[in-house]
């Protein structure tokens, strides 16, 4: 495809339940983000994944999130025994490689409710 | 609290008013971008700004890099309801690799 895909686009969880959520980046970009986005809110940084390097796991809230990247391309978020202050909108971008200025191309996100 | 504060949080104006978004940190940074998101969507890059003092034009939209590097605006000249939005300022800190957001500035234009 031409730009970032993200599935699903909405989820609806129970509390204690696990979600994984995917992220299809632009072909030939070699890093990967992964953002969450509350209501109305600016992003807050989860983790980075830049070709083959080990990810940048600093921005993930708790250990109940986990992310992998196969094959240098999908991405997958997993989120463990969700809880209700997990909801939130869960962005994707990529970009060509991880400089500064590089344009981040946003993926549609996936909506995340935890009853 | 945010490495990237933004202001106002929120601003409602009429079609053809001119307005200034703000985004400020005590951090340097390498590089200054602002995003447009709209409702149900990513954000969209709008400019890169990288050089202290940089001014970048944009049809309606001018944005200014700080001197210092701490700091960024966005001035809208006689806004119109498709420039409503969510717009976000983001950077790469300076020294440190990491990327932040702002908090973001919601503007509504009415027609």
């Known amino acids: 495809g031409a730009g970032v895909s993200q599935s699903p686009s909405n989820k609806v969880t129970e509390k204690g339940k696990d979600v994984e959520l995917r992220c299809d980046p632009i072909?030939?970009?070699?890093?990967l983000y992964w953002y969450r986005q509350s209501l109305g809110q600016g992003l807050e940084f989860l983790i980075y994944f830049q070709g083959n390097s080990a990810p940048d796991k600093s921005g993930l809230p708790s250990d109940r999130f986990s992310a992998e990247r196969t094959g240098g391309s999908v991405s997958t978020l997993t989120i463990q025994r969700t809880q209700q202050e997990d909801s939130a909108v869960y962005l994707c971008?990529?970009?060509?490689?991880?400089?500064?200025?590089?344009?981040?191309?946003f993926g549609p996100g996936t909506r995340l409710l935890v009853l | 609290t945010q490495l990237l504060e933004q202001s106002p949080q929120f601003l409602s104006i009429q079609e053809g008013e001119n307005l200034t978004v703000y985004c400020n940190s005590s951090s340097v940074f390498s590089s200054l971008q602002w995003y447009r998101q709209e409702p149900g969507e990513g954000p969209v890059l709008l400019v890169t700004?990288?050089?202290?003092?940089e001014v970048k034009k944009l049809k309606r939209l001018t944005f200014q890099f700080g001197d210092a590097r701490k700091d960024s605006s966005l001035h809208i000249t006689a806004a119109q309801p498709g420039d409503t939005g969510l717009y976000l300022c983001?950077?790469?800190?300076?020294?440190?690799?990491?990327?932040?957001f702002g908090s973001g500035t919601k503007l509504n234009v009415k027609p």
């Open positions: 072909s030939g970009h070699t890093a």
């Open positions: 983001a950077g790469d800190e300076y020294n440190f690799n990491k990327f932040y």
């Open positions: 971008a990529s970009s060509l490689a991880r400089l500064e200025q590089e344009t981040q191309y």
């Open positions: 700004v990288v050089t202290g003092g």
